[in-house]
């Protein structure tokens, strides 16, 4: 009888070791989740890749479930993705986004209709003006009306602007001319009459760009077409952080009577080419050791400055409360993010709320604070 006690404490025993360590699980040890913070002041969300909605990533999987209330599909909705040939769709990915989603109750924004990057193969090299045209409605007729209900928003149109505020000559301009952007918003207007239709750009919080934002949006209203709202990207440098143009931006377009919301928020800790200006994935640059000084991690200074960067902006977003109604943050942890690789290849980048193994950083906690002022 003795025997038989000592064996089940020592089951007991070596169980209790075992829910000690479980609860110490990759990227589980936070205080309070991000969605539950700022139930109050804005939807939370991440940017998600297709190894997450196929659900291969557990630890991300749950820290998305924890933290965020929307999800952005990082590319699996741009067009090269879903539109790979010729009057060809491939939606396994997207269905999977939307059953992920209903799963885990999460708001989508669809990303993106209408960009002039990343675009399927044949569209390379298109001259033709009538064959522009016959892509460009045929996609957004086909894409948006199949997840309108099933998806929260679309980016309708994605960076249409330089950065003086006039429009970009993209072989959309090129072929349909300057009234294109309207041309996009009414076609998803009618294949997605249950789907809040947004505007998406870089760099629009710079009075330059802003004003060029404000001219197409009002064009857009003018034209008795629907616009919900505006996505500024936030691809920011914790080095210059223009918060005073973030409030001001978002005061200017909330005057247009439309969502504001922060779309593709980080904050890279890396220095970047003098030259360089915006976030557009063309630009490239060539690899150097001056261009990637933390490979080996991020120094605690550095790690402070990031967390003091975050506070700031968060601090700055809650005082608009009612006027800012999401903030997606573009990657789950630091080793998704795209930083790594832009504008040169092979850098490590630490931009993000979460580390590389999901665990929260002192940006992370500092956020949380910031909700509580």
């Known amino acids: 009888m003795?025997?038989?006690?000592?064996?089940?404490?020592?089951?007991?025993?070596?169980?209790?070791?075992?829910?000690?360590?479980?609860?110490k699980k990759i990227g589980s040890n936070y205080p309070v989740s991000l969605k539950t913070a700022?139930?109050?002041?804005?939807?939370?969300?991440?940017?998600?890749?297709?190894?997450?909605?196929?659900?291969?990533?557990?630890?991300?999987?749950?820290?998305?479930?924890?933290?965020?209330?929307?999800?952005?599909?990082?590319?699996?909705?741009?067009?090269?993705?879903?539109?790979?040939?010729?009057?060809?769709?491939?939606?396994?990915?997207?269905?999977?986004?939307?059953?992920?989603?209903?799963?885990?109750g999460l708001k989508i924004n669809a990303h993106t209709l209408i960009w002039h990057s990343q675009l399927p193969a044949f569209m390379r090299g298109m001259h033709n003006p009538d064959s522009v045209r016959m892509y460009f409605e045929g996609h957004i007729n086909t894409v948006a009306s199949r997840y309108d209900g099933k998806v929260y928003s679309w980016d309708v149109v994605n960076e249409a602007l330089n950065e003086d505020g006039t429009m970009r000559k993209s072989i959309f301009l090129q072929n349909l001319g300057e009234d294109y952007v309207v041309e996009a918003f009414r076609l998803a207007q009618q294949a997605a009459p249950h789907t809040k239709l947004y505007y998406n750009d870089y760099n629009i919080e710079q009075p330059l760009k802003r004003a060029g934002a404000i001219a197409l949006i009002k064009k857009i209203q003018a034209a008795?077409?629907?616009?919900?709202?505006?996505?500024?990207?936030?691809?920011?440098?914790?080095?210059?952080?223009?918060?005073?143009?973030?409030?001001?931006?978002?005061?200017?377009?909330?005057?247009?009577g439309i969502e504001v919301m922060f779309t593709e928020l980080d904050l890279t800790v890396l220095p970047n080419p003098e030259d360089l200006a915006g976030a557009d994935v063309n630009q490239n640059t060539a690899y150097n050791e001056r261009l990637n000084p933390y490979k080996n991690g991020l120094p605690d200074s550095v790690q402070t400055k990031l967390a003091t960067a975050y506070a700031d902006l968060f601090?700055?977003?809650?005082?608009?409360?009612?006027?800012?109604?999401?903030?997606?943050?573009?990657?789950?942890?630091?080793?998704?993010?795209?930083?790594?690789?832009?504008?040169?290849?092979?850098r490590v980048n630490y931009p993000l709320l979460f580390d590389r193994a999901y665990n929260p950083k002192p940006a992370y906690y500092q956020v949380l604070k910031a909700s509580k002022k």
């Open 2 to 23: 003795r025997k038989n006690k000592l064996t089940i404490v020592f089951w007991a025993v070596l169980f209790a070791l075992a829910s000690c360590t479980t609860t």
């Open 38 to 104: 700022f139930k109050n002041q804005f939807l939370v969300g991440a940017a998600v890749n297709a190894q997450q909605i196929e659900q291969k990533d557990t630890a991300a999987n749950r820290l998305i479930s924890t933290h965020f209330n929307a999800v952005t599909p990082e590319n699996i909705m741009k067009a090269e993705w879903i539109h790979p040939a010729w009057g060809t769709y491939n939606f396994t990915l997207a269905d999977k986004l939307v059953a992920y989603a209903n799963t885990n």
């Open 224 to 256: 008795g077409v629907r616009i919900d709202g505006v996505g500024i990207q936030g691809h920011w440098s914790i080095n210059h952080l223009p918060l005073k143009e973030i409030g001001q931006s978002i005061q200017a377009f909330a005057a247009l």
């Open 315 to 346: 601090t700055l977003l809650l005082k608009y409360k009612g006027k800012v109604s999401r903030v997606t943050f573009w990657g789950v942890n630091d080793g998704q993010s795209w930083l790594n690789n832009w504008p040169a290849r092979g």
